[in-house]
């Protein structure tokens, strides 16, 4: 199996093939520093690739699931203060960039994932759990969409798959315009988790329950459902069928129990 060794993103492997995604900074409440951007893009790539992990959790570490973007130690806080105009532009589409690909990377990444949020799950982490295929919390968690708070546009994922994710455009323009706390038993309401769990170790635990059920399973039906359901979404229902004829023909062509 290949080595996972990063600086600010903790993975551990079990025997049945799930990889464990722990946001490490503790200290700094798991907030993003480009380190932590590149650490998460990198290891959904490399997860993408390994076949021998057929499920991902992903959590915080610590107090926790993220405190959002840290504003002092990334290139967003740079770009806000310092240098010429025209340049200052040309580095923060790069930047923003980074964070997009970093998220797009754990909703483009074959295998399941899923989010087992406690605590705070402040802006970034919203759009990183949006992301992300499964939801869970604990009664504890609040979500916020706070760049509306420090004078920006979520820009990293949120507005385009939040409204995906809950189908209320009513809420998500609320969430959004406002910046306000939507606390658990809100996100259980409006769909946006579907289990509310006691407390960290709880939430994990039921994360890994449905992990290993989905590990037991063929992992090219598990990869294949992710892809036509992902594809489904983005587009319309004959295109999406037509879609999942010319991926399935193939697949009936294995025994049945072998694929």
């Keep these: 199996m290949s080595a996972y060794q990063y600086e600010t993103v903790k993975v551990d492997i079990t025997a049945e093939g799930i990889a464990h995604v722990q946001l490490n900074r ?49 290139n967003i806080g740079k770009l806000m203060t310092d240098g010429d105009p025209a340049r200052n532009t040309y580095r923060n589409r790069v930047t923003i960039e980074n964070f997009q690909d970093a998220f797009t990377a754990i909703e483009n990444c074959s295998k399941p994932v899923i989010a087992a949020i406690h605590n705070g799950c402040y802006g970034a982490g919203v759009d990183l759990v949006t992301a992300c295929d499964i939801r ?10 706070k760049e509306v708070d420090v004078g920006l546009a979520a820009d990293v994922g949120t507005l385009q798959r939040l409204p995906k994710v809950i189908g209320n455009s009513s809420l998500v323009k609320e969430l959004c315009y406002t910046g306000r706390n939507m606390y658990a038993d809100e996100a259980l309401q409006c769909g946006f988790v579907n289990r509310v769990a006691e407390n960290h170790e709880d939430v994990l635990a039921q ?11 063929s992992p090219v039906a598990v990869v294949g459902t992710k892809h036509l359901l992902n594809y489904s979404r983005d587009h319309s229902v004959a295109e999406g069928l037509a879609y999942t004829v010319t991926w399935n023909a193939p697949m009936l062509n294995t025994e049945v129990g072998n694929i």
């Excluded at 869970?136 to 969409?145: E, I, N, P, Q, R």
């Design 26 to 74: 503790p200290k700094k409440l798991n907030a993003f520093n480009d380190q932590l951007i590149l650490d998460v893009h990198n290891v959904f790539r490399q997860i993408h690739a390994d076949h021998e992990i057929l499920v991902v959790v992903v959590s915080g570490s610590g107090r926790m699931f993220t405190a959002g973007i840290d504003l002092m130690e990334t």
């Design 136 to 145: 869970y919390c604990t009664k504890d968690s609040l979500f916020c969409v």
């Design 207 to 217: 994360a890994f329950k449905t992990a290993k059920n989905i590990a037991s399973k």
